[in-house]
């Protein structure tokens, strides 16, 4: 199994999920999360004080996914989240030893 | 003396417009403020309202508008404490036909904003009871004489206070009684209280800048009950205060943005609220004695000025955290010198010749000596005060309370439920025992 973490621009999470239903995925978790890349952030001007902003808004949306399916998922939330300018955000996938389903105490692939 | 129904009913519209201008500046300073104390920013116009108000009735309005026998010059007398007799429907002797009462409100009214204005200083890290305790001193002995050096004027010619009366200086509606006097407090508290914890280096940006353009919309529509009230009846004279408000406002909010333009490249809505009250700033003084392109003109000049000088604190080194000194400071004497050359008798008999109406420099001088009078007396009396307070029960919260905000730490309260995808949910907030088991309804999470 692997957990698949995409790092992506706020308004772009309703074409992530949608994407990620038709591909048939059950669940995800979002939440809320801030940070730059290499472009930084942008410059805001008040009264003539220049205030860098380099914490940017974002949502992290976090997927268990089984092995197999990976990189296709992987794909689908890439071609969702991409707007082709900078600041579209980073998606990864790590390894996941055990996923329990805490309803049922369900194992392994079944619980996804 | 008879009332007269018609100046009357628009000190009353006036009085309430002004007393609005209070929760004005609460919402022009709150938007500027960070979130963690935006309630701590509110919190101090509102309580200027309910301290200066009652000063104002029991000994205030008393020693600035009565007179004060030898030291008449100086300061006003105890003749009407407690506005004790002036219930009687009695009016002011002066002609207008209004009810003293309804004149003692309409000076309470600046008296309070005059107040609320210096707060914008030292926001984020003033104890709050040093605040309530500040402005009980300050408007004693700073506001009340300077009002009764420029307002007062006795039955007789060169009678009353030693500015408007004594010297001739002009100042309508308070551009030195109310902003000069303002700014130089509020310099003066910036530098008593030392600056906020990371400042200059983070610039502290505005938490809600809505808010800002709330505040600054309500002390426009305010403003006209200000400057045209000051005309103390319903007249040409308010008429030509009420035109002026307008447009000199008009004329500080595009110059000010097109500064903004060609130095930094964007025009900005701060900008555009803070030229407009810029603009109200320093039209002020000169509302009822100028022609409408003298106050145009009047208003460009100080809209470019101002959003020039609010970058002065970074360059000397003073926190004056919402720029108190840059717009009411400054605003209020470009304004009042300005008098000195845009003034002309021929909008206002009562009002004198400037510069370029023939007047010579003496106007001009006047002005000066008024300014600068009003600055150096409120400048150091304020740092006496400030720093009397500081040595007794101190003025600036802990560096802790600071960091963590002062809505919590002083008020326990916090303007805003953060940090959930789902707006209100509450996730980070702490549920209380729940009252379930009398029946009272629980929270349900969203």
Same mark, same amino acid.
């Given at each position: ?13 309703? +074409? ?45 949306? +976090? ?42 105490? +369900?194992?392994?692939? +079944?619980?996804? | ?14 009085? #309430? ?21 935006? $309630? ?12 200066? =108000? ?10 600035? &508008? ?10 006003? =007398?105890?003749? *009407? ?7 009687? #429907? #009695? ?31 030292? !926001? ?20 009340? /004489? ?25 100042? &309508? ?9 303002? @700014?130089?407090?509020? $310099? %003066? ?12 280096? *983070? ?48 004329? #500080? ?44 003109? $009047? ?32 605003? @209020? ?18 009002? %004198? ?22 600055? !150096? ?50 996730? =980070?907030?702490?549920?209380? /025992? ?13």
């Amino acid at each position: 199994m692997k957990l698949i973490t995409a790092v992506i621009k706020p308004f772009k999470l309703d +074409e992530v999920k949608a994407a990620l239903e038709t591909f048939g995925v059950k669940g995800l978790t979002v939440s809320e999360a801030s940070g730059y890349g290499r472009q930084k952030g942008h410059t805001e001007v008040y009264r003539g004080a220049e205030y860098k902003v380099d914490l940017v808004p974002k949502l992290r949306v +976090e997927v268990l996914v089984d092995d197999a399916d990976a990189d296709d998922i992987i794909d689908v939330i890439v071609k969702a989240a991409q707007t082709g300018k900078i600041g579209d955000g980073k998606v990864w996938a790590v390894p996941v030893e055990t996923v329990i389903r805490v309803r049922t105490g +369900e194992t392994g692939p +079944e619980a996804l | 003396m008879k009332i007269d129904s018609g100046n009357t009913a628009w000190l009353l519209v006036s009085t #309430a417009l002004v007393l609005l201008m209070t929760p004005g500046v609460a919402f022009f300073y709150g938007g500027m403020s960070r979130a963690k104390s935006v $309630l701590n920013m509110m919190m101090m116009s509102f309580v200027s309202i309910a301290v200066v =108000g009652m000063v104002w009735a029991v000994y205030g309005y008393s020693l600035a &508008f009565t007179d004060g026998g030898g030291l008449n010059d100086f300061i006003g =007398g105890f003749d *009407d404490w407690g506005l004790v007799g002036l219930e009687n #429907a #009695a009016t002011l002797d002066d002609g207008t036909g209004i009810p003293s009462l309804v004149f003692v409100a309409f000076q309470a009214t600046f008296a309070i904003i005059t107040v609320a204005l210096i707060s914008g200083a030292i !926001a984020d890290r003033a104890k709050f009871g040093a605040w309530v305790v500040f402005t009980l001193i300050w408007v004693t002995i700073v506001y009340i /004489p300077i009002a009764h050096w420029v307002w007062f004027f006795g039955p007789e010619d060169g009678e009353g206070g030693w500015i408007g009366a004594g010297i001739g200086a002009l100042d &309508f509606a308070g551009g030195t009684v109310v902003h000069i006097n303002a @700014g130089a407090a509020a $310099l %003066a508290l910036a530098l008593v209280l030392g600056k906020r914890k990371g400042w200059p280096r *983070d610039p502290m940006r505005p938490h809600n800048l809505p808010f800002v353009l709330l505040g600054a919309a309500l002390l426009w529509f305010g403003w006209f009950g200000f400057n045209a009230g000051s005309a103390l009846g319903a007249n040409g004279t308010a008429a030509v205060a009420f035109i002026n408000t307008l447009l000199a406002t008009c004329g #500080a909010a595009f110059a000010w943005i097109v500064v903004e333009k060609i130095r930094d490249g964007s025009s900005t809505t701060l900008g555009i609220a803070s030229g407009a009250v810029a603009g109200l700033v320093g039209i002020t003084p000169a509302c009822a004695f100028v022609t409408p392109l003298g106050a145009i003109a $009047l208003g460009l000049v100080v809209g470019a000025v101002c959003a020039y000088a609010v970058s002065l604190k970074y360059k000397l080194g003073f926190d004056d955290s919402l720029d108190v000194v840059g717009v009411h400071m400054v605003g @209020g004497i470009v304004g009042a010198l300005l008098i000195g050359i845009l003034a002309t008798t021929a909008v206002n008999e009562a009002g %004198a010749d400037g510069l370029l109406a023939g007047g010579g420099v003496s106007l001009l001088g006047k002005q000066a000596v008024s300014v600068l009078a009003t600055l !150096a007396y409120s400048f150091i009396v304020t740092l006496i005060i400030g720093k009397l307070i500081d040595m007794t029960m101190g003025f600036r919260i802990s560096e802790e309370d600071e960091v963590a905000g002062i809505d919590s730490t002083a008020h326990a309260e916090t303007a805003y439920d953060f940090g959930s995808i789902h707006a209100g949910a509450g996730v =980070g907030g702490t549920l209380a /025992p729940s009252p379930a088991a009398d029946g009272a309804p629980t929270k349900v999470e969203a």
